[in-house]
């Protein structure tokens, strides 16, 4: 007997490793399919600004675009936004973008806010959104440069330009929040929600 209890299949409507990571230590057998949505079109038309407000956004739409294609599933979405003060930061380009990126975070607080949201039939059955904040020490241009160095494409692939679970550690002297939160997904408040419906064993 497994965990998932749902009639039809659970499915992350993403392909991050992270979050596919994170699903399956917890014990769940999910599907993975991208969500084809124009994130950067569905943020500019919302009108929205708010780094909460805009992952919970993106959470949304990522579930509901892969629920209406799989009938009777239950589809998790999940988005996240890095804040410093009032700037939001996305995924950078390449290596001088995330080299900007990181100068500007270099001695900084920023928020990551990491929203999720499930749909089921194309309709939002539950969200939340958690926060986390991160303390970058001060990062000299060398260091930062040697950091980008052996970090390689891996920049690109995350916001911020540094990926927490790996060699981004060493950019940080404090982090306040769950790993969970961290690397993308709000994991317990998920789980909650999956149990207090009856969708999983435990």
Known sequence: MGLWLGKSSLILASQS???KMLLANA????????ADIDERGIQAASGLSGPRE?????????????SAHHVGSTVIGADQTLALGDR???????????????RDLSGHSHELNSAVAIARD???????????????RQMTEAELSAYLDIAGGAVSTSVGGYQLESLGI????????????ILGLPLLPLLAFLRRERLVAV
């Not at 805009?54 to 892969?66: D, N």
């Not at 969200?127 to 991160?134: G, N, T």
Request: charged share 25%; no cysteine.
């Open 17 to 19: 490793s992270a979050r």
């Open 27 to 34: 014990g769940l057998e999910f599907k993975a399919i991208t």
């Open 54 to 66: 805009i992952a919970l956004l993106l959470a949304r739409e990522k579930a509901k675009a892969v």
């Open 88 to 102: 939001l930061f996305n995924k950078p380009a390449g290596r001088a973008q995330a080299l900007a990126q990181l």
């Open 122 to 136: 194309g309709e939002i059955i539950f969200e939340d959104v958690s926060v986390a904040r991160l303390t970058m």
């Open 170 to 181: 060493h950019l940080f002297e404090r982090i306040e929040g769950d790993h969970f939160t």
